[in-house]
């Protein structure tokens, strides 16, 4: 399987959008969100177009074999003290999970150099296994 992340532009913010929809249905359960009364999870638009108009902040789309299989935002953290680039939401498509993509893409990320922060959210089994495995390798 051939795997590429994709830079967006400002352009692809409503595919990013619409990919988001997943990551906060598969979220909902432990963030405890509901849908807004339009039948969608709510997104903070002013907050997502950060990821074209920040510095060091990037919006890409994760390809498998040519197709969408998920997306990765990174941003400059913001805690205080912490002077880091963030991956902070990496979500791959059921169908794509569990064929080394996730694993792939962090290697190739966080091996481009400079300072990292990985955060998830202990509710969320899936990831908390994927990062358990995957820093002591790093």
């Known amino acids: 399987m051939h795997i590429e992340l994709l830079p967006t532009s400002i352009d692809q913010l409503s595919l990013i959008a619409n990919l988001y929809q997943y990551y906060a ?15 969608r999870f709510y997104i903070h638009q002013p ?31 913001e805690l205080p003290g912490i ?7 990496l979500f791959i498509l059921k169908k794509y999970r569990r064929h080394g993509i ?6 190739q990320v ?12 202990g509710q ?5 296994a994927f990062w358990r495995t995957l820093l002591p390798e790093l």
């Open 25 to 39: 249905y598969e979220s909902s359960d432990w963030e405890q969100e509901d849908v807004e009364a339009d039948g």
């Open 124 to 128: 969320d089994e899936l990831a908390a």
């Open 47 to 77: 907050h997502l177009e950060r990821y074209w108009s920040e510095p060091d902040w990037s919006a890409q789309l994760i390809l498998a074999d040519g197709f969408i299989a998920g997306f990765l935002l990174i941003e400059r953290s």
């Open 102 to 107: 996730g694993r792939a893409l962090v290697q």
């Open 110 to 121: 966080l091996g481009s150099g400079g300072s990292w922060l990985v955060r998830f959210y």
């Open 83 to 89: 002077n880091a680039l963030e991956l902070a939401d």
